[in-house]
């Protein structure tokens, strides 16, 4: 009992202080405290990492998602809705999910290797003491590239994966290119494309939120930056992981 009272109690400091280093970033964007150079730094280094595995596991994922879906619907003569299946499973759910656990595999954990051995180098708070913000200078650039890298990323994961499942459509069940595409671009509403994209925006600001906190906050040399970045991931996972359930219920309550 008394370490399950220990674990809650740290639970709750530690979300406070996260909160607390949340507010700090929240503040300093407002204020306008924002690194324009240092964000487009950011968004070259995040998306240029991330960009060439996110395109193969959409290929990949297009790709089995209209072969599974050719073999399922020629049993109820339906073929021609495999365009619909790929579309709308790689818009409104795959894709966004997807990119976030990669991204977050890839350059959430730079983000936090970075600032961890920042942190550890004693760097940050050389950063401090020469007058410089380190929350402005390191953390908003990082969190805010989050932001605009993870929905361009996402498009390119849904562009990619149509294409897959096009190529699919055309060679194994012979539906011509054109009625694919046509049939395609038909079944994705407005709906299907903002849905995935409010889950998009949330991932984005969970995985800068989580791995900027653990990497600011580092501790234990060497080993620490490794210990923090796999935290980091992991959390990173979990959140998206959970929030994209609420968020799908949330989204089909509302919306359908």
């Given at each position: 009992?008394?370490t399950?009272?220990?674990f809650l109690?740290n639970w709750i400091?530690d979300m406070?202080h996260?909160?607390?280093f949340?507010?700090?970033?929240?503040w300093?964007?407002c204020?306008g405290?924002?690194?324009?150079k240092e964000?487009?730094k950011?968004v070259?280094?995040?998306?240029?990492?991330s960009v060439?595995i996110?395109a193969l596991?959409s290929?990949?994922?297009?790709l089995?998602?209209?072969?599974?879906?050719y073999v399922a619907?020629?049993?109820?003569?339906?073929?021609?809705?495999i365009?619909?299946l790929?579309?709308l499973s790689?818009v409104?759910e795959?894709?966004?999910?997807f990119?976030a656990l990669?991204f977050?595999g890839?350059?959430?954990?730079r983000?936090?290797?970075e600032?961890?051995?920042?942190n550890?180098?004693d760097?940050i708070?050389a950063?401090r003491?020469?007058?410089?913000d380190p929350v402005e200078?390191l953390v908003?650039?990082?969190?805010?590239?989050?932001m605009l890298v993870?929905p361009i990323?996402?498009?390119i994961?849904?562009i990619?994966?149509i294409?897959?499942?096009y190529l699919?459509g055309?060679?194994?069940?012979n539906?011509?290119?054109?009625?694919?595409?046509?049939?395609?671009?038909?079944?994705?509403?407005?709906?299907?494309?903002?849905?995935?994209?409010i889950k998009?925006f949330?991932?984005?600001?969970?995985?800068?939120?989580?791995c900027?906190?653990?990497?600011?906050?580092?501790?234990?040399g060497?080993?620490?930056?490794g210990k923090?970045?796999?935290?980091?991931?992991?959390?990173s996972?979990?959140n998206i992981i959970i929030?994209?359930?609420?968020?799908?219920?949330?989204?089909?309550?509302?919306?359908g």
């Amino acid at each position: 009992m008394k370490t399950v009272t220990n674990f809650l109690i740290n639970w709750i400091l530690d979300m406070g202080h996260a909160l607390r280093f949340l507010l700090e970033i929240i503040w300093h964007i407002c204020r306008g405290h924002v690194r324009i150079k240092e964000v487009f730094k950011q968004v070259y280094e995040q998306g240029l990492q991330s960009v060439l595995i996110i395109a193969l596991t959409s290929l990949a994922s297009g790709l089995v998602l209209a072969l599974q879906g050719y073999v399922a619907m020629s049993r109820f003569g339906a073929k021609e809705m495999i365009s619909a299946l790929v579309a709308l499973s790689l818009v409104r759910e795959l894709s966004p999910v997807f990119t976030a656990l990669i991204f977050s595999g890839k350059a959430g954990a730079r983000i936090t290797a970075e600032l961890g051995t920042m942190n550890v180098n004693d760097q940050i708070l050389a950063t401090r003491t020469m007058g410089v913000d380190p929350v402005e200078f390191l953390v908003v650039p990082r969190m805010l590239a989050c932001m605009l890298v993870l929905p361009i990323l996402t498009i390119i994961s849904e562009i990619v994966g149509i294409y897959g499942g096009y190529l699919i459509g055309i060679s194994e069940a012979n539906i011509p290119g054109n009625f694919y595409m046509s049939q395609t671009f038909r079944s994705i509403s407005f709906v299907d494309f903002f849905s995935g994209f409010i889950k998009v925006f949330f991932f984005a600001f969970l995985i800068g939120w989580i791995c900027c906190y653990q990497g600011f906050f580092t501790r234990g040399g060497s080993l620490g930056v490794g210990k923090y970045t796999t935290k980091a991931v992991a959390f990173s996972y979990i959140n998206i992981i959970i929030s994209n359930t609420i968020l799908t219920k949330i989204i089909i309550t509302f919306w359908g």
